[in-house]
């Protein structure tokens, strides 16, 4: 085999141009913890004008409701504390349970909690709060970036709230299962992709369109490794598939174009560009990505880097370098 994970990371790599989105989560890291959670407040706020998400449903926050009850029965300022600490990301038993949390979860503890906000049940931004500079050059970044982008900053700044749990062992609480999206649109099965024809890049997003996981996983060789955007490669089947059960669920992939190129050892290359959309937006938000394969010589997915684009423009990027 003449591939390995890190030089098919380097396929394509005229795709890896930088993105606007870590930029723009390195500035909000800057912020105090007031502004971080202000910052959160007003993009949310002024996305929800255009574009709202979709109520996270019953299920996934039941995963939640713990938290969530405790926290409805604090004082205002024991809630904001909470608030606060979370965008410490500090060591508190609060935030270990968020940590727990799946990132779907996690957003629907917020989609929730900023509810509540509204209803007056969880303390708002405090009174008397002034927006800083710091906080309007970060909104004046985000502005500039398309939808698909804003909700991703959103989404990853999220997630990285609360303590972070990968280095202890998984509590036994989080054993339930990952709700379910419910599917709103039809699953379009027979996928076109102009340029494409290898049957493992067709049948991965007839698949993932689908839900079904299992028939994803099995395109995959055994060591075979996905890696999402900002992400390090995740390798093997049981560990592609825990992921996709987490994240991955009710996206709607909606390749257009791509490249195919053969290598002397028989394997390929596939550039793919096209829009995804995911459960909590919708029809309404589409992201522009770019999937880069590495299918081996008989057919299997031995790689796959899926990246947010920089720009539109990108999506016609399908040069090799
Ligand atoms: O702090 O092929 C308040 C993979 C204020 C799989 C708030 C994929 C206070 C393989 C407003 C209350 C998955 C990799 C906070 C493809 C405060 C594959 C609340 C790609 C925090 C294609 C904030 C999939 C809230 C992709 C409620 C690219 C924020 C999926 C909510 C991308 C934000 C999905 C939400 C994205 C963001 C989803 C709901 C970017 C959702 C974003």
Redesign the pocket.
């Known amino acids: 085999m003449t591939y390995t994970i890190e030089s098919a990371q380097n396929i394509f790599s005229g795709t890896q141009i930088p993105s606007p989105i870590p930029a723009t989560i390195a500035l909000f890291d800057q912020l105090s913890v007031d502004d ?2 202000a910052y ?2 007003y993009a ?2 002024e996305m929800g004008r255009t574009i709202t ?1 979709a109520a996270p449903g019953a299920a996934r926050l039941q995963l939640a409701e713990g938290l969530l009850t405790q926290i409805k029965q604090m004082s205002p300022e024991e809630q904001t504390k909470v ?1 606060r600490d ?2 410490n990301r500090i060591d508190t038993p609060i935030n270990r349970s968020y940590g727990f949390f799946s990132v779907n979860t996690k ?1 629907a503890f ?2 929730e ?2 509810e509540l ?1 509204k209803q007056g049940i969880v303390a708002p931004i405090p009174t008397g709060y002034q927006m800083s500079p710091g906080v309007k050059v970060v909104l004046e970044a985000t502005q500039k970036l398309d939808p ?1 982008q804003q ?2 900053v ?2 990853n ?2 997630v990285d ?1 609360g303590f972070d749990t990968s280095d202890l062992a998984p509590s036994s609480s989080r054993k339930s299962a990952e709700p379910v999206f419910e599917r709103t649109e039809p699953i379009t099965t027979n996928v076109k992709i102009e340029g494409i024809n290898e049957p493992a890049v067709l049948q ?1 997003v007839e698949a ?1 369109n689908a839900d079904n996981f299992a028939a994803a996983i099995a395109l995959f060789t055994a060591n075979g490794a ?1 890696q ?2 900002f992400q390090k490669p995740i390798v093997g089947h049981e560990a592609i598939a825990k992921y ?1 059960r987490e ?2 669920q009710g ?1 709607n ?1 909606m390749p257009k174009q791509g490249i195919c190129e053969v290598q002397p050892d028989g394997s390929k290359q596939v550039k793919v560009t096209g829009v ?1 959309q ?1 459960p ?2 919708g029809v309404n938000v589409g ?1 522009n ?1 770019a ?1 880069r394969f590495l299918i081996d010589p008989q057919g299997k997915i031995f790689f ?1 880097a ?1 990246d ?1 684009l920089a720009s539109p423009q990108e999506l016609l990027n399908l040069r090799r370098m």
């Open positions: 971080r959670l959160l407040w949310y706020t998400p608030m979370l965008a957003l917020w989609y909690l900023g906000m698909g909700i991703t959103l989404r700044t999220v709230m991965y993932m996905l999402p955007p996709m994240e991955a996206l992939m995804v995911t909590w937006f992201m990505i999937w796959v899926i947010m």
